[in-house]
């Protein structure tokens, strides 16, 4: 199993969901797992003579200390560091299957040197968001006024950033494509992923969806109301960026104290704005200013921490200007029984149904949000509602069974490529010398350890 980053240095989703998956490998399925995650130097510091570290109190977990990064093209620029001890470890341990979560930080390059390291591996991508479609953080949204995209082209990537000539774009693109080619098949969490990687050229027989799942603990029980309370204090989960809409869910506060009758409302953002610039902070805490003590900004939170930080919340708001993929916020929330009250676009829409089990609002509008909003508060019922409707978020075992699914079905195309081979075998002898070893290296690719799991339920 390979990530951008460990769980215990950024608490991501896309690292919770690897890691659990490897865990659930290990240590239920009884597999022979390994985990490796790319390590920045402001998580570790380098060790002389080698880029490989581990971490304490771990089995079978690597870091791989990674220093200059091409975030543009997504390249290494420390080749020799890296790649020579990477492949060493992978040669010495030799996986049946290599399952990525993300080519961040080892660069995409690392998807053609599996390859090469590894020919008779079945390599898997599960692709968690669209940095390699779009530059602009992987968001498919535009610079400064982030307005949606649904396709990347050269012209419209310069027009984003006009220092960067199109042709750049270009070949990036075509550079990221021919890395991608080297896995074997690719994976999507939500359809609204696999559309746009289909928009972005990929073939859509290389790709399946599985849904994201993690194992969330004991979820938190539900605020207490006393005498003449309502369901009106509402949270905001997650980094606190331009791109994650804090602003706009600040914004509708401010309008609904303004419209009057909402004197109880409550809004809570959990998060920190890491890496944002002082005048983003500055509007931020403005905007809680003017809020008049019914905003507060609580800070970042550890996982463990989260049931707390939800106690005093009625309903989560997730009001993200991008299309995020499959958010995990949405999850929590239905996992907790905190209906959301998201953007009504991407991943969001396709997991929350509106009216259902949670509610919509149009992209980027702090009145559509402050509507919707008054109405979680004033409709009598509808919290119970949609509570009752939400619906059980998958677990690590139900994302492992579908994973094992896939294994499996790939091998089987092996084997059937296999047969191909041998029926199409020629007479002549150099033809018999090179079908036979061609079918040695499709028998290869298709030993793929069965290993009995825990049932799933």
């Not at 990347?152 to 000539?165: G, K, T, V």
């Not at 953002?269 to 905007?287: N, R, V, Y």
């Not at 069965?450 to 049932?455: F, L, N, T, Y």
Request: with cysteine.
């Amino acid at each position: 199993m390979i990530a951008h980053n460990h769980p215990s240095f950024h608490p991501g989703g896309t690292e919770f969901v690897a890691h659990g998956l490897f865990r659930y490998w290990r240590d239920v399925a009884g597999w022979e797992a390994h985990f490796l995650a790319a390590a920045t130097r402001d998580q570790r510091l380098a060790n002389p003579g080698t880029a490989l570290q581990s971490l304490p109190d771990t089995q079978s977990e690597y870091l791989v200390r990674i220093g200059q990064y091409d975030n543009f093209h997504h390249l290494q620029r420390d080749k020799i560091a890296v790649f020579s001890e990477l492949g060493e470890l992978l040669m010495s341990i030799r996986p049946e299957i290599v399952h990525l979560h993300h080519f961040l930080g080892f660069g995409s390059e690392l998807l053609p040197f599996l390859r090469r390291c590894l020919p008779d591996a079945l390599i898997v991508l599960t692709v968690h968001d669209y940095y390699a479609v779009c530059h602009h953080d992987g968001i498919m949204a535009k610079v400064g006024s982030y307005r949606l995209c649904y396709q990347a082209s050269p012209d419209a990537c310069h027009a984003c950033f006009p220092n960067i000539p199109a042709g750049s774009f270009k070949l990036r693109d075509l550079n990221l494509k021919n890395h991608f080619a080297a896995v074997d098949h690719l994976v999507a969490p939500s359809a609204f992923m696999r559309d746009r990687l289909i928009a972005w050229g990929i073939a859509p027989e290389r790709l399946t969806v599985v849904r994201n799942g993690r194992d969330l603990g004991p979820s938190m029980p539900s605020r207490t109301l006393r005498g003449g309370e309502r369901r009106s204090r509402f949270a905001v989960l997650g980094n606190v960026s331009p791109a994650k809409g804090q602003k706009i869910a600040l914004e509708a506060v401010k309008l609904l104290l303004a419209d009057g009758g909402l004197g109880d409302i409550e809004l809570a953002i959990h998060g920190a704005p890491q890496f944002q610039t002082d005048s983003f902070k500055a509007e931020i805490e403005a905007l809680i200013g003017e809020c008049r003590g019914h905003a507060r900004m609580l800070g970042g939170y550890e996982q463990h921490e989260l049931p707390e930080r939800l106690a005093r919340a009625d309903w989560i708001v997730m009001p993200s200007l991008w299309w995020e993929n499959a958010p995990l916020v949405l999850d929590e929330a239905f996992h907790h029984g905190r209906p959301p009250i998201c953007s009504g676009i991407g991943g969001m829409a396709e997991s929350v149904r509106d009216g259902v089990d949670g509610l919509q609002f149009t992209v980027g509008d702090p009145r559509a949000l402050a509507d919707r909003m008054r109405e979680a508060i004033e409709t009598r019922g509808r919290w119970n509602e949609l509570r009752k409707q939400a619906p059980t978020p998958r677990d690590a075992a139900s994302c492992a069974s579908d994973y094992q699914a896939l294994f499996a079905s790939l091998a089987g195309k092996r084997r059937r490529a296999v047969t191909a081979v041998g029926a199409s075998s020629d007479a002549s002898p150099t033809a018999e010398r090179a079908n036979d070893a061609s079918g040695r290296r499709i028998r290869a690719k298709a030993r793929i350890r069965q290993v009995p799991s825990r049932p799933i339920q």
